[in-house]
Each structure stands twice: as structure tokens, then as C-alpha cells.
């Protein structure tokens, strides 16, 4: 066969299905009835980073599930998906922007995914304006979770619910709350 500037077209070597592979059609469900736009997939699973002592990641992990890292890079068998964790002082919101730029110039562990910053109250009360520009350099950059001043939670009692503000990190993490059960 000829093509429209005379050049032979190629010859294709059979139905394209035999060059990709056949498409496997998705396993039903066992157990019954999935309503459309449900997800099979287990939530997403998390690693908590922290970008200096005291960050947080300890009680993070208590509240809200996933791994707690510490300050290491999560290591084989933990979830690859990071959420770098900084308190809202000066020296932690340093801290934050090295770590971002260590993800910018790909010099952390080949296969983590960076996929939040999760800020957590140093103080009770409003942050001052010179670290609010901070926390906007950082939110220029990235999604940016803010976890407000939780007293039981300076005093070691991670039983209760968490803070209200905190139910998109809630939901990004799969953590449960009894106002969304």
C-alpha cells in the first residue's frame, strides 16, 4: 500500500492488541454489590518525616495512622508517600524549606513521593507575621496541612478527637473521626 507522498506505508505486523498485550478486564469484587465510583483500593498509607527534633511525627503517626519515621528516611517496607513534618517556630520552618529543597534537587531516596508538609502549632495562638510569610513560602511551593495547639496532646493524652481544622489531614490519611462515622 501506497501512501498520499508515494512511499510504501509499513506493513503492521498483526492486530495491535498482539504489540500491547490484552487488557485485563477488572476482577469482581468478592463479598457482593460495590457501588459505582467506590474504590477497591486500600487508602493510602504514609510516612511521617520530621524535619528537626520535637517535630511531631510520634504523635502524628498515634493520631492520625501511618508510619512514624522520626527523623530517617523511611526505610525499605515503609510507605514510599512522605508528608515532612515541621512545628511553626522559626528554626522549624527553616528546617521545612531545607527539606523541600532536598526534594527539589532529587537528592532524597530515589522512589519517596513528597506529598504534603504538615505544619503543627508550636504555640497556642496566632503566629506572627514574619512566620506567616514563612508558612505561605512554603504553601507557594506545596500543599501544606495545619495542625492547630492541642493541649492533652502536650500532656501525652492522644485519646480524644482530633482538632475539627485537622479533617483534610483526616481524610488524606485515612484516619477516622467520630464526626465523619
Known amino acids: 500500500m501506497r501512501t498520499t507522498d508515494g512511499q510504501h506505508a509499513p506493513q503492521a505486523r498483526g492486530p495491535e492488541i498482539w504489540i500491547r498485550g490484552?487488557?485485563?478486564?477488572p476482577?469482581?469484587?468478592?463479598g457482593g454489590y460495590q457501588p459505582a465510583g467506590a474504590s477497591a483500593a486500600a487508602p493510602r498509607r504514609f510516612s511521617w518525616l520530621g524535619t528537626h527534633g520535637g517535630?511531631?511525627?510520634?504523635?502524628?503517626a498515634a493520631v492520625y495512622g501511618g508510619h512514624d519515621s522520626g527523623r530517617d528516611?523511611?526505610?525499605?517496607?515503609?510507605?514510599?508517600s512522605v508528608l515532612l513534618v515541621a512545628r511553626t517556630?522559626?528554626?522549624g520552618l527553616e528546617s521545612a524549606l531545607r527539606a523541600l529543597e532536598v526534594f527539589?534537587?532529587?537528592?532524597?531516596?530515589?522512589?519517596?513521593?513528597?506529598?504534603?508538609?504538615v505544619l503543627v502549632a508550636d504555640a497556642p495562638g496566632r503566629l506572627p507575621r514574619p512566620l506567616v510569610q514563612r508558612v505561605r513560602l512554603i504553601e507557594s511551593v506545596i500543599d501544606v496541612y495545619r495542625v492547630?495547639?492541642?493541649q492533652s496532646w502536650?500532656?501525652?493524652d492522644l485519646s480524644g478527637e482530633p482538632p475539627r481544622e485537622t479533617d483534610h489531614l483526616a481524610r488524606l490519611t485515612g484516619a477516622a473521626t467520630r464526626r465523619s462515622r
Open 55 to 60: 517535630a511531631g511525627t510520634s504523635t502524628l
Open 89 to 91: 517556630h522559626a528554626s
Open 148 to 150: 492547630p495547639w492541642v
Open 27 to 30: 476482577e469482581p469484587v468478592p
Open 104 to 117: 527539589r534537587r532529587g537528592e532524597a531516596p530515589p522512589g519517596l513521593d513528597l506529598d504534603a508538609v
Open 73 to 80: 528516611w523511611p526505610g525499605p517496607g515503609d510507605p514510599v
Open 154 to 156: 502536650r500532656l501525652g
Open 22 to 25: 490484552p487488557v485485563a478486564e
